[in-house]
């Protein structure tokens, strides 16, 4: 079956260091993985997007890695701040032209002050 | 300020009754998505809008419906069909670009009581 599967259990880190967060994917392939930021109540907010043929993404203190052999996804977040908190959702396109995305159930960040 | 806009932000709903969650947008986007989000779970899909006057079934649209009679909205209608309504739901919209980022409402979270 196809499923994509995020960390359920709440990462919980100190301020300053680096948070990675991890995508899996089976029985997809997808064209490009997409993740977002969910605070509570509100609605997801894009972040980044990883194209199949990239290994690698980076935005400000942000990096998306993108292994389509391992079907895996790391996000990471260096010099992390108690801001970030968050649920952090993974995405994936079906490969197809629906322009639908899958999404992971997210996997949610604590920094610690 | 272009955006995607929900309301309300809070709905009650007695069993048995029929309720219209509303979804607007200002971006110029051509496709149109509703998801449910229940608690610790991803977003699932209910319908989807990829143009004006079409629409195409989701992985959960049993007990729902919807219309896209408009580029900029795309109301979603919770039946009493449906058997377990309440939960947060959100709206989104997209360009029919390879990219597909989606861009989020603020929720509507919907209690039947």
């Known amino acids: 079956s196809q499923k994509i599967e995020q960390n359920s259990e709440a990462l919980n880190i100190q301020e300053g260091k680096t948070a990675t967060l991890t995508c899996n994917y089976t029985n997809y392939s997808p064209a490009y993985l997409q993740w977002y930021r969910q605070d509570p109540g509100r609605g997801p907010v894009f972040l980044l997007l990883i194209r199949e043929n990239e290994k690698e993404k980076r935005k400000e203190r942000l990096k998306v890695t993108f292994d389509t052999t391992l079907k895996q996804s790391l996000f990471h977040i260096t010099a992390s701040q108690p801001a970030d908190s968050a649920t952090y959702l993974c995405?994936?396109?079906?490969?197809?032209?629906?322009?639908?995305?899958?999404f992971g159930s997210g996997t949610r960040l604590l920094v610690r002050p | 300020d272009g955006g995607i806009t929900q309301s309300p932000k809070y709905l009650f709903r007695k069993e048995g009754q029929n309720v219209t969650l509303s979804c607007e947008q200002n971006?110029?986007?051509?496709?149109m998505y509703w998801y449910r989000q229940d608690p610790g779970q991803g977003l699932r899909l209910i319908y989807y809008?990829?143009?004006?006057?079409?629409?195409q079934k989701g992985d959960i649209a049993e007990g729902y419906s919807v219309s896209r009679e408009k580029k900029e909205s795309f109301p979603l209608t919770v039946t009493s069909a449906q058997k377990n309504p309440t939960a947060f739901y959100l709206c989104a919209s997209s360009l029919r670009t390879l990219s597909n980022e989606q861009f989020f409402g603020p929720g509507t979270r919907l209690t039947v009581l």
């Open positions: 809008s990829q143009i004006v006057n079409d629409f």
């Open positions: 995405a994936l396109d079906k490969g197809d032209s629906s322009y639908k995305l899958i």
């Open positions: 971006l110029n986007h051509d496709a």
